[in-house]
């Protein structure tokens, strides 16, 4: 309706177009989405629909990934480098013997892949809270009910997505690691093949189930990882004010920071955490999946983690603390990693979703 009454009112006062963002189609578009995920529920409210967690991980996730990516392929360099290498110098030689595209070297399967699991497990993780909340379990207003509901609905998801995740997480592990790959199997790479070549190599070699090496490995992590992570986001965010029915309110007066940073504090200080847990185990997981993929016989994960701590050779162990210094080679710039993609997921998670929920 024209408030002006007439055309012409109207056009006088019509704001510039923007030919880079049309606000009326967004809305549009997330309405026609949310219906279309929420189609057994046709006549639900679309701000109240449980699947509104699957928009709001997406997005997020998009955003999240490309900025954490390149941290994330200096981790793996460095998770299997056999000499101590500073991080400005290792990124410096990625470069120079890469380009810029050495840091985003197979960022399209975990720009597309590690979004939807992202959806998956932020819908299993909502739908399990709101289940143990409809049970009345773990439903009273305290941090240890908010906590273990977020742990249990965590391990669940983690646990169930591991089995779609494993086999793009290895591809993605072997697009990072090429050249040491080639290195190990004395092959000189002049280029490195792409995704879907490194995908047949592994099944001209292992089969189907090569697509799932180190899956033991991969499930533990990701079971224990996320239950961890949304173990200690629940109860921060129940520290800092969130009810249990989901609505945020004031901040207490030992952390008085604006509520619009309360998600990104939350969110990274979650993921440095659990991430600094489940390191090691991440760790020799890579360690595995390296071997396998060079073609060099394989070691078990409790011999893989001795000669990580203690060096290869039995008669001359390396001390301990130098070991486990080893182990977290790379912790660093994981950390960075974790505080900017969980910090970003998570507020943008909730710009989302507080966006979705005022939608006219």
């Not at 110098?89 to 070297?105: C, M, N, P, T, W």
């Not at 197979?106 to 709101?130: C, Q």
Request: proline share 7%; glycine share 10%; aromatic share 10%.
């Amino acid at each position: 309706m024209d408030p002006g009454g007439g055309i012409g009112a109207h056009t006088s006062r019509r704001t510039p177009h923007n030919p880079w963002f049309d606000r009326a189609a967004l809305n549009d578009a997330l309405k026609r989405t949310l219906r279309c995920i929420n189609f057994s529920r046709p006549d639900s409210n679309l701000e109240h629909t449980g699947n509104k967690s699957v928009v709001c991980a997406l997005s997020a996730s998009y955003i999240s990934t490309v900025a954490g990516y390149p941290l994330d392929s200096l981790k793996s360099r460095l998770q299997t480098t056999k000499i101590r290498v500073p991080v400005p110098k290792l990124a410096g030689l990625v470069y120079q013997e890469e380009g810029i595209r050495g840091f985003y070297r197979g960022l399209w399967i975990p720009l597309v892949t590690i979004s939807f699991v992202r959806a998956a497990s932020f819908t299993i993780y909502s739908d399990t809270k709101e289940y143990c909340r409809n049970h009345d379990y773990f439903s009273r207003d305290r941090i240890s009910d908010a906590a273990i509901a977020g742990g249990i609905s965590g391990a669940l998801s983690g646990s169930l997505i591991s089995f779609g995740s494993a086999p793009f997480e290895l591809v993605k592990v072997r697009r990072q690691l090429e050249y040491s790959i080639a290195s190990n199997k004395g092959v000189h790479l002049e280029k490195p093949p792409g995704t879907l070549e490194a995908v047949r190599d592994i099944f001209r070699t292992s089969g189907f189930f090569g697509l799932y090496i180190g899956f033991r490995l991969h499930f533990v992590r990701d079971t224990a990882g996320t239950a961890l992570y949304f173990f200690e986001y629940d109860a921060m965010r129940h520290l800092l004010g969130r009810q249990r029915s989901g609505e945020q309110g004031p901040t207490p007066p030992w952390l008085p920071i604006p509520v619009s940073l309360i998600p990104f504090v939350c969110g990274s200080l979650a993921g440095v955490t659990s991430w600094a847990l489940i390191y090691p185990l991440d760790v020799v997981k890579t360690k595995v999946q390296q071997r396998a993929l060079s073609g060099t016989p394989p070691r078990g994960v409790w011999e893989t983690l001795r000669r990580l701590v203690r060096g290869p050779d039995p008669k001359d162990p390396k001390p301990v603390l130098a070991g486990i210094a080893r182990i977290y080679q790379g912790l660093g710039v994981s950390a960075v990693r974790s505080i900017t993609t969980h910090g970003l997921l998570w507020t943008f998670f909730d710009i989302t979703s507080h966006y979705i929920d005022h939608l006219p």
